[in-house]
């Protein structure tokens, strides 16, 4: 009896180890690992609730406020943290099982009070995670009953967005909460032949601040007031001066409510804002635009123009100036990255910008991974492909994860890999170099302060990549007298 429940422990010899990791490697393995349905192995996206409190967090004095367990609320703020390298202000409930069983309502009504009294903030942006969303817990008749019992201000602005972690990735929660935000604030702020004269940019889900500052720098040049909608240009990048502030940067509130009003709205992210453009086209005055975003010349030129269009203004003379720059950079390193294969994974958006300037490059974005959209992307990007004979042969692969992407490589060998920290497990299996652009870069510093977008995210990123190139032949090289100038 005893000897039955003792579990056994099986041992593999060395040789069979290595035997496995070997056929990991082979076409054989690969149709068995494309086979798989039920299972995710290292997926290339985060979950709807972080995307939201990304969102929640770029509103100026608003609390993100987590309706859930207190570990998700952990994850989130954690990945934040060690992204940025900046505390990530947010709170939650802090549901247990008594909370599953019973409902989550009284843990929101002691939240929001205990949340309220000791931060102060101007507006609490509530999220949820799985198991309210499990339970089907009502959040609008909670948020209402806790300001009707007086757990809250009745004038607190408390927007919402059902945000399952079961469902959908990090895009599709920030596209819920901005959208939940703009219908809150905006509610009853429209008037008839008002505008603004602004440009309401919304530039998704972006976790690179350089892209921010550069959107606001390009802006600042045409001398075209804007408000960008969320702006955590200040809130994860506010600098050491020796002061904590809860609340630093963001959107200012009324401006986001006054941005109903607006001259033009425009989105930088098609596929990561499609509900918020949806209720912006139906609500918002003024010209609606959804652009791709300006990766590479092309791109940046796309989106020069339209600016120039809409505002009727020249292109300034100094973005001129740069383009020239970036095309001669172009020029000078064109040739450490022409004919290179690369795997390359991430949002759909990130995506279409970073193959787009792979292809100006001359270089083949050969497999591509997103691992949650649809058809209706695959069809873009493989669109964009045809535009180039360096799209030839690559092929897209849409809900794949990571350890698809090795099977790939293995299989069918490429020069780099593109994407954010998850791939380097990828990347040290196959001794590939990898570049890390887009959400989450935790094993580097400071890659979310350098563009990726605009002229100098056109040499940003062939800096990054040619030199990674010319690192790799001088630590490989076995001639001592290498030449200097390669």
């Not at 506010?238 to 002061?243: A, H, T």
Request: hydrophobic share 35%.
């Amino acid at each position: 009896m005893t000897e039955n429940a003792v579990k056994k422990i099986t041992t593999h010899t060395p040789e069979e180890i290595e035997r496995v990791a070997e056929w990991t490697k082979t076409e054989d393995y690969k149709e068995k690992n494309f086979a798989r349905e039920a299972l995710v192995v290292n997926p290339a996206h985060a979950c709807q609730p972080l995307g939201a409190q990304m969102v929640a967090s770029g509103f100026a004095e608003t609390l993100p406020f987590v309706h859930g367990s207190q570990g998700c609320a952990s994850y989130f703020r954690s990945t934040f943290n060690r992204h940025f390298r900046e505390p990530s202000a947010a709170t939650c409930d802090a549901m247990t099982e008594d909370g599953a069983v019973f409902g989550g309502q009284n843990n929101l009504f002691e939240g929001l009070e205990n949340a309220y009294t000791l931060y102060k903030p101007k507006m609490m942006a509530v999220y949820t995670t799985c198991m309210p969303e499990v339970i089907g817990d009502d959040l609008t008749a909670f948020i209402k009953n806790a300001k009707a019992a007086g757990h809250v201000p009745e004038d607190l602005p408390i927007p919402y967005a059902n945000t399952p972690s079961f469902n959908g990735t990090h895009i599709h929660g920030f596209d819920s909460m901005l959208k939940g935000i703009l219908e809150y604030l905006t509610k009853d702020r429209k008037v008839e032949d008002k505008c603004t004269g602004k440009l309401n940019l919304i530039p998704g889900f972006d976790g690179n601040i350089g892209n921010l500052r550069e959107y606001q720098r390009i802006l600042d040049l045409f001398e075209i007031p804007f408000v960008m909608m969320p702006d955590i240009s200040e809130v994860f990048d506010s600098g050491c001066d020796g002061n904590y502030k809860l609340y630093p940067g963001g959107t200012p509130l009324e401006e986001a409510a006054e941005s109903i009003n607006g001259k033009v709205t425009m989105s930088l992210q098609k596929w990561t804002t499609p509900h918020t453009m949806r209720f912006v086209k139906s609500e918002y005055s003024g010209v609606h635009e959804v652009m791709a975003m300006p990766m590479g010349i092309e791109k940046t030129d796309a989106l020069l123009m339209k600016l120039s269009e809409l505002f009727d203004k020249p292109v300034p003379e100094e973005l001129k100036k740069e383009r020239a720059r970036a095309v001669d950079a172009m020029t000078d390193g064109h040739q450490y990255i022409h004919g290179k294969k690369f795997a390359v994974y991430g949002d759909p958006d990130y995506l279409l910008g970073i193959v787009s300037f792979l292809l100006e490059m001359g270089a083949h974005p050969h497999h591509i991974v997103c691992s949650r959209s649809n058809k209706k992307f695959k069809k873009e990007m493989e669109a964009l492909l045809e535009t180039s004979e360096y799209g030839a042969g690559c092929t897209v692969h849409v809900n794949r994860d990571l350890w698809h992407l090795r099977s790939l490589i293995f299989t069918d060998p490429v020069d780099g890999i593109i994407g954010d920290t998850h791939g380097k497990f990828v990347a040290r299996d196959t001794g590939l170099p990898l570049f890390r652009v887009g959400f989450p870069i935790i094993d580097r510093i400071n890659l979310h302060r350098s563009p990726v977008v605009g002229y100098q995210g056109v040499i940003n990123l062939m800096s990054m990549i040619c030199n990674k190139f010319l690192d790799i032949k001088d630590e490989t090289c076995e001639d001592q007298w290498f030449e200097m100038m390669r």
